[in-house]
C-alpha cells in the first residue's frame, strides 16, 4: 500500500467514524511521526537546537550584566555595540568582504556549474572530486595553508582599505565558489536541452543562447548560490582568523576575542544581528531555490 | 552533453577561471603545507625544506599522541550520539505529510547557516558555571529541600554545588553534538525518503514488529545515508578547532588547538603542517572508504 492510499484510509476513517475529542485517531503503521514519542523526541531536539540561540537573542536585550535573570527590556546594548568603532569597523570589513567574495564566487562557480553540466571532457571525475575539495577538507588546514601561501609569497600588507582585505576576500572565494557550482549545477539538471538546441536551430550565437535562453533558467540557482556564499563568508571564524591581521579584523574575529574576555549583553546584541542577517538570507535563499511551481511550467 | 572538443572555445573559457582560482589559491597554498610539513626551522622565521620526516616522528610523540587518540574518541563519541539523535528525527521528516517535511526540513538546515562562532557562544552561557542548566538545577534542589523540609528533612539536601559543565570533555562532545547534528540529518533523511516504503510493509505484514524491522530492514537499506553522515561529521568533528576551544579551554585540546598554536603562538610551522596533513590524509582516508563501501554497494545490486 502506497503513502497516499494510507493517508486516504486515514482520512475516509476519519470522516466516517464521528471521532469524539478524546478519542485518538489511531495512526496507520507506517505514519512515524504520529508516533507520540517520536514527536516528543523531535520536539525535544529541535527545542535543543533552538534554546540556546532564541535565550542569546532574547537576553541581548536583558536590562542586567548577569545576563540569566530577566530585569527588564532595554536596548542599551545595541547602543553600545553600536558606538563601539571597533566593532562596527570589523562589521564594515565583514559586510565587504562578503560582497566581494560573493560576486567573485558566483561569477565563477556559476562557470564551473556550466562548464561540468555541459560538457564531457577527460578526467572529468577528478576535476569534480579537485573542485568538492575545499568543502570536504577540515577548514583548519585550508585556514593554515592560506597563512603560509599569503606569508610565503609576501603578500602585501598595510595596504589603504579596503584593498588590505584582498587576502581574506581570495581565501573566502576558494571555499566559496564550489557551494555555488553545487548549487547551480543541481539547477541546471532540470533543463530541458532541446530549448537550448531550437535557440542554435533558430539562428542564436552561442552568447545570444546563454543570454536569452540559459541564463533566466539559470537564475534562481544563481541566486541561491550567491546568498549562500554571502553567509558563507559573513559566517566564516576559522579560516578568516588565521588570514586576518591586525589591521583586517571581521565581525566573527572581532566577536572572538570578546567572547574570550567574558560573556557580555554587547556580543549577544552584535551575535543577534548577525543572526538577523543569515536567517533573513537564508529564507529568500530557500524561496529561490524552491522548485518551480507546476504552474510556472 | 557535449564533447569539449566540440566548442572549444567555450570550454575555456568556462574552465579557465575556476581552474585558476582552484590551482593558484587553494591547491598551491596546501602544496606549500605540505612541503612545510617536511621542512626544518632554522630560524626564527627561516624554514628550510630538507626532505625530513621529524615533524610525522614529533606527531607519535606520547604527548601528542595522546591529543591525537583523543581527538580520535571525542569525534567519535560526538558522532556516534549525532547518529543516535538525528536518525529519530530524519525518520520523523521522511515519513512526515508534505507541507510539514518543507518546515521541519528547514528548521534543521537553519542553524546550520548560523555562525559556529555565535552557536558555540550560546552554549557557554547555557552551560557556565551561573549559566542556564545550573540556574534550573538550582531552582529544582531547592524546591526539593523546601520540600524535604516540610517533612524534617531539610539537612538533607545539604547546599548546591553547581556543576562544572564547561572547560571539560562532556562540553566538547555536546558543543560537536549542538553544532554538527544537521550534517547528519540531511544524508539520512535523502536516503529514507528514497527508501520503498513497501519493504517495511511487506516487513511488518509478514509479522517482523515495528523494531525488528527498523533494525532488519530499515538500517540495512538506509546504510549508505548512515555512511555518509558519519564522514560528513567525523571529519569537521576531527578537525574541530573553535568548539574545543571556546568549550574545552585549556582541558580538553585537539589537534586543531594544537595546529593553531604551532602556526600562532609557539611559531613551528613545520610542525603543524605535518598536523594538519595528518588531519587531511585522514580526511582522505574517510573518503576513500566511502567510496570503496559505495562501489561495493553497487556491484551487490548489480
Known sequence: MTEAALGERGRLRGASATRRWWQRDVAGPLEYGRRLWLRLFVAAVFLLLYAPIITLMVFSFNDSRRNIVWQGFTTKYYVRAWNNASLIEAFINSLTIAVLATVISTIIGSMVALLLWRFRFPGKAAYEGFTALPIVIPEICMGVAMLAFFARIGWPTGMVWPLNLGAITIAHVAFCFPFVAIVVRARMAGFNRELEEASRDLGASEWQTFRNVILPYMRPGVVAGALLAFTLSLDDFVITFFTSGPDTVTFPVKVYSMVRFSVTPEVNAASTVLVVITIIATIFAVKFQAPDRPAET | ?302
Not at chain 2, 7 to 17: E, G, K, N, S
Not at chain 2, 101 to 118: E, G, R, S, Y
Not at chain 2, 194 to 205: H, P, Q, T, V
Open chain 2, 1 to 302: 552533453m557535449d564533447n569539449w572538443r566540440e566548442h572549444r572555445a567555450v570550454f575555456w573559457i568556462l574552465a579557465a577561471p575556476g581552474t585558476f582560482w582552484l590551482v593558484v589559491f587553494f591547491l598551491v597554498p596546501l602544496g606549500f603545507v605540505w612541503l612545510l610539513s617536511f621542512s626544518e626551522k632554522t630560524g626564527i622565521i627561516s624554514i628550510a625544506l630538507t626532505g625530513t620526516l621529524e615533524n610525522y616522528a614529533r606527531a607519535l610523540e606520547p604527548i601528542y599522541l595522546e591529543i591525537i587518540w583523543k581527538s580520535v574518541w571525542i569525534s567519535a563519541v560526538a558522532t556516534a550520539l549525532c547518529l543516535v539523535v538525528a536518525y529519530p528525527v530524519a525518520f520523523v521528516i521522511a515519513f512526515a505529510p508534505g507541507r510539514w517535511k518543507t518546515v521541519l526540513l528547514l528548521a534543521v538546515i537553519l542553524p546550520f547557516w548560523i555562525n559556529l562562532l555565535i552557536r558555540t557562544y550560546a552554549l557557554i552561557a547555557v552551560f557556565r558555571t551561573n549559566g542556564f542548566v545550573n540556574w534550573g538545577l538550582e531552582f529544582l534542589w531547592n524546591k526539593a529541600a523546601f520540600m524535604l523540609g516540610l517533612v524534617g528533612l531539610g539537612g538533607l539536601m545539604g547546599e548546591f554545588r553547581p556543576l562544572t559543565l564547561l572547560y571539560n570533555n562532556f562540553a566538547v562532545i555536546a558543543g560537536l553534538v549542538y553544532v554538527y547534528m544537521p550534517f547528519m540529518v540531511l544524508p539520512l533523511y535523502a536516503t529514507i525518503e528514497r527508501l520503498d516504503k513497501s519493504y517495511l510493509e511487506a516487513s511488518l505484514d509478514l509479522g517482523a514488529g515495528h523494531w525488528r524491522t527498523f533494525f532488519s530492514i530499515v538500517v540495512p537499506l538506509t546504510m549508505p545515508g548512515i555512511v555518509s553522515g558519519i564522514i560528513l561529521v567525523f571529519i569537521p568533528c576531527l578537525g574541530a578547532f573553535l568548539t574545543p576551544d571556546l568549550l574545552g579551554g585549556t582541558n580538553a585540546q585537539m589537534i586543531g588547538n594544537v595546529i593553531e598554536r604551532q602556526f600562532k603562538a609557539a611559531n613551528d610551522w613545520p610542525f603543524g603542517a605535518a598536523l594538519s596533513f595528518l588531519l587531511m590524509y585522514a580526511t582522505f582516508g574517510a573518503l576513500a572508504l566511502r567510496s570503496v563501501l559505495a562501489g561495493r554497494r553497487q556491484g551487490m545490486e548489480l
